[in-house]
């Protein structure tokens, strides 16, 4: 469970990778082995993606409990970090955000005070999401609502706040979202030296909640998540209230995707409500049922190559993704229940159960 | 009854009405069952058993009547973790164990050792007692040479006995088994029978909901029948095989 050698296999792709970005983006940028900051920038997204993926996975494969709205954290996190880049620099360089322009404000609504600061913006990250997937957590899980009645309501909350998001009167920039960004924590937002900063951080964030979530299933807490899974009915009436395990896992999964959508606004340089349309939360499920739920390593391989298809695939036929991605929901419902580790792939299978 | 020399019964449920709507499963019910005993509940189909179960374990809220476990603890004031805890264990129809765990890790996540939270539960993990205990059920239950094995691949009568394993982790007052045997086969029933048996001791009840009669005369101390949500026998088994309106009732006339 999480433990064999695919496990390790991806931890140590990830830590090298870390290692490697900076030196290979760096110095060696310009040599054959060099990443370009256009390459850099791809696997920095795709790192966040992971990143994504394994918040969902802690709580879907191992507890059973379905998100369809983890786009809501991701956003969250998002646009935290927008806001913060946008003040810093219309209070330290002067840059007008388009929101003020096009809403004609003089100054910013009062909810954007203090944005300028970098540690309360990162606190916030950590905090907002926080809070938001412990409130709901905390009432659904106590009322016993689960399951597919859990996963429809996480779905419409992100389409709420995608309604939300879309207004322009909320000073969150509305439809057009929030872009223009000048940089973020010192780096100057488009220079090569950004981009693989930005991905080195999100290679090392995707290592560390992978080690971190990997340890914790690993431990008695992570069993009692399995049992949940299993059969909760009889984890709560061998006197274990599942509320709080089940709490912990999901409020622990929110942060990590506010953590990804954090870094992953920067990457992009833009950050708009369609973060939070429906689509954008099923594909994250699809990812990890793609890879396989419960294993983690599945989750990470799932958001790889999902998304790189996804790249891929946008360079020349955009329109086709829908399709592929409804093609690749169909074959993991009908023929891999268990995602990509179904396939009878010799290498895969020794990877997976060797310890 | 050697029950009262011992001062106050396991369980005891008196006046207890139940109904789902308009629906009255359980009109006025007065049951008991004391410690030292193997207690047999039969009846028919819709006779009551289950919901008596689910009573007691807090899944189901009852209109009236009271609950107490051991004379004292009234169990409608608790929630299911705290009747769990107070000494009541229940031992589902469906064989309900965690199936991507070990047989090992089902029996250590049954034990608590700190009934205060979780969070202290899982600090104090590494307990020698936990591991003491597991082994002392494990051969309680014949699992030893399965422990490390993932619950899921075990064979029908072995996941019942790890469910009945993990209910034993805590030494409960009150034992509830809800058809134990159903889907065994014959020498699984057997081995069933003898586990039991050997379950029964002086600070415990057992009870035992069952619809294999010869299962229940084999194990039962003394059994109640239940019918439409009223006992119409308590005694001995073998008594009740001759009683009128027992055989009535499993008849069909009324």
Same mark, same amino acid.
């Given at each position: ?9 991806? &931890? ?34 795709? +790192? ?58 003089? $100054? ?40 597919? #009645?859990? &996963? ?6 992100? #389409? ?16 057009? !979202? ?12 488009? +220079? ?47 006197? #274990? ?22 870094? #992953? ?91 | ?34 410690? *030292? ?27 009236? !009547? ?43 996540? &049954? ?20 591991? +003491? ?45 809800? $058809? ?54 308590? *005694? ?19």
């Amino acid at each position: 469970m999480g433990g064999g050698m695919l496990f390790r296999t991806i &931890a140590i792709s990830l830590a090298a990778l870390t290692l490697a970005l900076p030196i290979l983006g760096g110095p060696l940028a310009g040599s054959g082995i060099g990443i370009s900051p256009y390459l850099a920038n791809i696997i920095g997204q795709i +790192a966040t993606f992971a990143l994504l993926a394994i918040a969902l996975d802690l709580i879907w494969g191992f507890a059973g409990v379905l998100s369809l709205g983890h786009g809501l954290f991701f956003a969250m996190g998002g646009y935290l970090i927008a806001m913060h880049m946008l003040k810093e620099g219309y209070v330290n360089a002067g840059v007008v955000p388009d929101l003020m322009t096009f809403m004609g404000w003089t $100054e910013l609504p009062g909810h954007w005070a203090f944005f300028e600061s970098f540690p309360y913006t990162a606190a916030l990250i950590l905090i907002l999401p926080g809070m938001l997937a412990f409130a709901y957590g905390w009432m659904s899980f106590r009322s016993r609502v689960s399951g597919v #009645y859990f &996963a429809i309501i996480t779905q419409a909350l992100t #389409y709420v706040a995608m309604l939300l998001m879309f207004r322009n009167d909320t000073g969150f920039g509305g439809n057009n !979202g929030m872009t223009g960004f000048v940089s973020l924590l010192g780096l100057q937002m488009g +220079a090569p030296q950004t981009a693989v900063l930005l991905a080195t951080a999100s290679t090392g964030a995707a290592l560390a909640a992978f080690l971190l979530c990997g340890q914790l299933v690993r431990s008695p807490f992570g069993r009692m998540l399995v049992a949940v899974r299993d059969d909760e009915a009889r984890l709560r009436f061998l006197g #274990y209230d599942t509320v709080w395990p089940k709490l912990a896992a999901w409020t622990l999964s929110g942060v990590i995707a506010a953590i990804a959508g954090a870094l #992953y606004v920067p990457q992009v340089g833009i950050i708009n409500p369609r973060l939070l349309s429906p689509e954008v939360s099923i594909e994250i499920a699809v990812w990890v049922a793609l890879g396989g739920r419960g294993t983690l390593s599945g989750a990470v391989i799932g958001a790889v190559v999902i998304s790189a298809l996804k790249f891929w695939l946008t360079g020349f036929a955009p329109d086709l993704w829908p399709f592929i991605l409804s093609i690749l929901v169909i074959v993991v419902v009908v023929g891999l229940p268990n995602g990509l580790s179904d396939l009878r792939l010799p290498g895969l299978r020794r990877m997976r159960d060797g310890r | 009854m050697d029950a009262d020399i011992r001062g106050a019964h396991a369980i005891q449920v008196e006046g207890l009405r139940v109904t789902f709507g308009d629906f009255v499963a359980i009109p006025n019910l007065t049951f008991i069952a004391s410690y *030292g005993e193997i207690h047999g509940v039969i009846g028919p189909n819709g006779a009551g058993k289950t919901t008596l179960l689910d009573v007691i374990t807090g899944k189901t809220r009852p209109k009236e !009547g009271t609950v107490l476990l051991d004379g004292k603890i009234d169990l409608r004031r608790l929630s299911e973790p705290q009747i769990a805890l107070a000494g009541v264990g229940r031992k589902f129809q469906k064989p309900s164990v965690f199936e991507a765990l070990s047989v090992r890790e089902n029996l250590e996540l &049954a034990l608590r050792l700190h009934t205060r939270s979780i969070l202290a539960e899982l600090r104090g993990w590494a307990d020698p007692r936990r591991a +003491a205990r597991v082994a002392e059920v494990l051969d309680e239950i014949s699992l030893n040479d399965r422990a490390d094995v993932p619950a899921g691949i075990l064979a029908h009568g072995q996941k019942q006995w790890l469910e009945i394993g993990m209910l034993l982790m805590q030494r409960p007052k009150l034992l509830m088994l809800d $058809e134990p045997v159903a889907g065994m086969t014959e020498a699984e029933t057997r081995h069933t029978a003898d586990l039991v048996r050997r379950l029964r001791a002086p600070d415990r009840a057992i009870l035992v909901i069952e619809h294999d009669m010869a299962f229940v005369e084999e194990i039962a101390t003394r059994v109640t029948v239940l019918h439409e949500g009223t006992p119409i026998f308590a *005694g001995h088994m073998r008594d009740a095989r001759t009683d009128a309106r027992v055989r009535d009732v499993y008849l069909g006339r009324h």
